[in-house]
């Protein structure tokens, strides 16, 4: 199993960026996806899911309608669309795999993409 994220850079307050997380390795398609961020010197944020077609989507309160999570299971790989992006937004944004068990847990994280919002 791999996950892979990308897109991650320096970006103004108020501007956009699109990450994005190549899956291999399994059925991506069979699993529920998550982005979950950690700003320096604070414990892991999730931020949003999505089930495995897509149709039901999951968001923290602080992202939500700024963010949004998207998946292409032909391309196996899983989006985050962020839009007026703020300061405090600057993580480490990771994508990660849900178990299939149905308690919420992740066994597969890829390697971060760091996002930073300053002017």
């Known amino acids: 199993v791999q996950l892979v994220e990308s897109g991650g850079g320096m970006v103004q307050p108020g501007g956009s960026l699109r990450l994005s997380c190549a899956a291999s390795?399994?059925?991506?398609?069979?699993?529920?996806m998550s982005w979950v961020r950690q700003a320096p010197g604070k414990g892991p944020e999730w931020l949003s899911t999505i089930n495995t077609g897509g149709g039901s989507t999951y968001y923290v309160d602080s992202v939500k309608g700024r963010f949004t999570i998207s998946r292409d299971n032909a391309k196996n790989t899983l989006y985050l669309q962020m839009n007026s992006l703020k300061p405090d937004d600057t993580a480490l944004y990771y994508c990660a795999r849900l178990t299939d068990d149905g308690l919420g847990t992740y066994d597969y994280w890829g390697q971060g993409t760091q996002v930073t919002v300053s002017s």
């Open positions: 390795g399994f059925t991506f398609s069979s699993y529920a």
